[in-house]
Structures are given as structure tokens and as C-alpha cells.
């Protein structure tokens, strides 16, 4: 691997003074709910940030580990890509809490039929549960019957 | 007297079990291949919990080595923090997800359940048991000196026996009429539910996460080493081990994702031809239905192998 750089596919490389500001406005805005028409249009905007966030980590790992870069703008790179960073973990949070979503939502209906079954099973159970009382009870008789036969 | 009082009642046993046995709506096979389809299915429908668990559990390895690529001890601290946070937070996503995919497991425990043998079993062996006990007890009280003429031992420990396996096809025709009425009335439900993991599974949403997280992890990497090479420090053996680890995972999560999709469209389909076979009035399982079941309990072994490691 090639001193410095960052072993990636072919990629356009931006000016070496790339700002934190510049770095945030090149990306498109992460989209929070309410802005756009429906779920799907969403997601797949989350989709392309996601994308362009791991590119934009990747150019900035390639322009702060260049070695013939000076320490404090390496240590500027460095706040620079922590901030891509928080992003990349936002849009996660984000696509997560979407299929966590849709997780719930299909789940719901099978629960109350779980329940019905469940309560089936117990109704199934009862006369067997009952049943082993009274043979504890015999079993009880029994020991006392042999204790009364040894007097 | 006696002899005719045994008759009669061996004959109305007999006449018990075969109204019982003829009114059960499900045959013994059929109620095994519901057992069978369920035996497994859990491992299946909890897959989007653990997909959620493993991307978590790789996004903080590869965050710890795009850490230590940082320069600045500050810039590494408040790095480390953050993914220390996010992990904590997605610990709260895999506990939730996985409370929603016991609502399936819970389904698909209780038709397990409510198909076992145990349901028509237990109250068998209880009869069994009291018929004994009652004998025993007859035998102890001949055994005391009271004066009166003994009762009759062993009738009850055989009434028990007979009434037992007239209770057991009783119960089989109970449990037949339940798994009937659960499989047919919950079909549609069950078939809605496996379309949604599926579609879950098979989302852009999981797909880009997944992708995320095997391209992720080799930049991440690739940007630790190159800051070691920067500094003019050596990379630690146990470092390349653990990245060609973390590689190994990430590119499992995929074959785990379409596993578990295959594994729940057979699921999905074994459930609705027992529920068409139930409706029709059906009594034998045909061989194909057998086969789904087979491929399903496989794919649920693989990925229960694979949801492990």
C-alpha cells in the first residue's frame, strides 16, 4: 500500500485544506422525519448519506495520514473526521430505528394469538394438574394406612 | 355379576374411544408434522435481533481500530467515548428487537407446545397413577385387622389403565381440534408476519447496513495501519488476527440474512399447506410436506450454527 494513502477504489481527490464546514456542506443534510413524502424516498436518502459519508471518511483518512502533512492540520483532520464520525453513528441510529419500527409493527398481531394459545394449553393441562393432587392424596392415605397397620 | 359389571364396562370404553378416535379432526402424522415445522422456528424469527447484535458488536471492533489511527490523544478520547455510547444505546436496539421477535417465537413456542405429545400423555399417566394409588390404598386397609370382609383389589389399578387410554384419545381428539383451529384461524396472520421479516430482512435498509459494515471495517483497518506505518510503529500480530475475524463476520452476515429468508418462506409455506391440508379435511401428510418441513429444520440448524459463532 502506497505510503499514506488509503487503500480504496479510484476516487476524485478534493484540495489537501479541506475544512471541517466544507467537509459538513459537501455532504447532503442527514433528512429527519418529517421532511420528505414517505418512507421509502427516506430511507433511500439515508442510504445515499450513508454512502457518502464513508466515502468522505475514506478521502479524509487519505488527506490526514499523508505523511507530508503538518501535525496541526493533521490534529484539525482529525476533529474534522470525528464529526463525519458522529454522523456516520446518527444515520445508523436512524436506519435502525427505522427497521426497529417495522419490527414492531409486524410482530403485534401474533401476540394475542400466542396468548390464546397459550391459554388453550393451560385448559389442556388442568384435568392432568388436578389428577395429581388427588393421587398425592392417595399416596398420603396409603403411608398412613401402613402406619396405622404397624401399631 | 362382577364378570358382567367388567364387560360392560371394557365394552363402553372400547365404544368411548372409537366415537373419540373417529371424531378427531387431525390425524396423530398430521399433528407430528405441526410439531416437527415448530421444533426449530424459533431460531429463525429471532435472526433480525442477532443481525442487529453482530453489527453492533463489529462496528465497535472496527471503531476501536479507526481510533487508534487518530493522532491526537484528545480526538482518540472523545472517539473511544462515543463508541462506548453508541454501544451502550445499541445494546437498548437489540433488547428491543428482540422483545418484538418473541411475539413470533411466542407463537411459535405455544403451537409447539399445544402439539406435543406431553398434552395427551399427562392426563394418561395421571389416571394410570391414581388407579395404582387407589389399589394400594384398598390393599393397606385389607391389611388392617377390621373385622370386615376385604374389598377386591386390582380392579382399580385396570379401570385406571382403561379409563387412562380412553382419556388419552380423548385428549388427542382435543389436541387435534386445537392445532386445527390454530393453524387454519392463524394462517393468515402467521403468513402476514413471515412477509414482514422477511421483507425486513431483505430491505434496503438492512442491506446498506450490512454493506456498510463489511466496507467500513476495511477502511477503518486500512486507516489504523497506515497511521502505525506514519508513526514508524509495527503492527501487532494479534491485530491482523483479529481484523481477518472481524472480516470473517462481516461476510457472514449476509449468507445468515438469506438464510434466514429462506428458512422463513419455507416456514411461511409449510404452515399454509398444513393449514389448506387442515381446512380440506385432510388426513394424511402428503411427502412434499414432509420435505418442507425436513429443508426447514436444516436451514433452522444452519443458521442457529451460524447465529452462534
Known amino acids: ?151 | 355379576m362382577r364378570f358382567v359389571t367388567i364387560c360392560n364396562f371394557l365394552i363402553f370404553s372400547l365404544l368411548a374411544v372409537f366415537v373419540t378416535a373417529s371424531c378427531s379432526p387431525l390425524s396423530k402424522a398430521q399433528i407430528e408434522a405441526v410439531n416437527e415445522l415448530t421444533f426449530r422456528s424459533d431460531t429463525i424469527t429471532r435472526s433480525p435481533a442477532v443481525l442487529f447484535e453482530k453489527m453492533s458488536a463489529l462496528r465497535l471492533e472496527r471503531g476501536l481500530f479507526y481510533a487508534a489511527s487518530l493522532s491526537s490523544g484528545r480526538a482518540r478520547y472523545e472517539e473511544v467515548t462515543a463508541l462506548a455510547e453508541t454501544s451502550m444505546d445499541d445494546e437498548s436496539v437489540v433488547r428491543k428487537a428482540s422483545g418484538y421477535v418473541d411475539a413470533f417465537n411466542s407463537y411459535v413456542r405455544a403451537l409447539h407446545s399445544v402439539s406435543a405429545d406431553a398434552r395427551w400423555k399427562g392426563l394418561g399417566t395421571e389416571i394410570r397413577g391414581v388407579g395404582t394409588r387407589v389399589d394400594s390404598v384398598l390393599y393397606r386397609y385389607n391389611r388392617l385387622d377390621t373385622g370386615y370382609d376385604d374389598i377386591p383389589t386390582g380392579y382399580a389399578r385396570m379401570a385406571g389403565r382403561v379409563l387412562a387410554y380412553v382419556a388419552e384419545e380423548v385428549m388427542q381428539a382435543v389436541q387435534g381440534r386445537a392445532v386445527r383451529n390454530i393453524v387454519v384461524v392463524g394462517d393468515t396472520l402467521v403468513a402476514a408476519s413471515c412477509d414482514s421479516l422477511m421483507d425486513i430482512l431483505r430491505s434496503d435498509e438492512m442491506d446498506e447496513l450490512i454493506r456498510h459494515e463489511r466496507e467500513s471495517l476495511r477502511d477503518n483497518y486500512a486507516a489504523y495501519l497506515a497511521a502505525l506505518e506514519l508513526r514508524g510503529e509495527p503492527v501487532p500480530f494479534e491485530s491482523d488476527r483479529l481484523y481477518v475475524e472481524l472480516l470473517r463476520r462481516t461476510d457472514e452476515l449476509p449468507d445468515i440474512r438469506n438464510s434466514c429468508v429462506s428458512a422463513l418462506r419455507s416456514f411461511k409455506n409449510a404452515h399454509a399447506r398444513l393449514a389448506a391440508d387442515f381446512a380440506a379435511g385432510k388426513k394424511e401428510v402428503p411427502e412434499e410436506l414432509w420435505e418442507e418441513v425436513l429443508r426447514l429444520n436444516v436451514l433452522a440448524a444452519q443458521v442457529s450454527e451460524m447465529l452462534e459463532n
Not at chain 1, 466515502?55 to 496541526?72: H, Q, V, W
Not at chain 1, 464520525?85 to 414492531?104: F, K, P, V, Y
Not at chain 1, 401474533?110 to 388436578?130: G, H, S
Open chain 1, 1 to 151: 500500500m502506497e505510503k499514506g494513502a488509503i487503500n480504496r477504489p479510484a476516487s476524485q481527490t478534493q484540495s489537501e485544506q479541506t475544512s471541517t464546514s466544507d467537509l459538513r456542506t459537501a455532504l447532503p443534510q442527514p433528512l429527519s422525519p418529517g421532511d420528505v413524502a414517505g418512507p421509502s424516498a427516506r430511507s433511500e436518502s439515508e442510504q445515499q448519506t450513508l454512502t457518502d459519508i464513508r466515502d468522505a471518511i475514506a478521502e479524509c483518512d487519505t488527506l490526514r495520514l499523508d505523511p507530508s502533512l503538518p501535525e496541526a492540520d493533521r490534529r484539525d483532520m482529525d476533529a474534522a473526521v470525528l464529526t463525519l464520525r458522529n454522523l456516520e453513528r446518527e444515520l445508523i441510529e436512524a436506519t435502525s430505528e427505522t427497521l426497529l419500527d417495522r419490527l414492531e409493527a409486524a410482530s403485534k398481531p401474533l401476540e394475542d394469538l400466542a396468548r390464546d394459545i397459550r391459554t388453550r394449553v393451560t385448559a389442556m393441562n388442568a384435568p392432568a394438574k388436578a389428577l395429581e393432587h388427588f393421587k398425592r392424596l392417595a399416596s398420603l392415605a396409603t403411608r398412613i394406612l401402613r402406619e396405622a397397620g404397624r401399631w
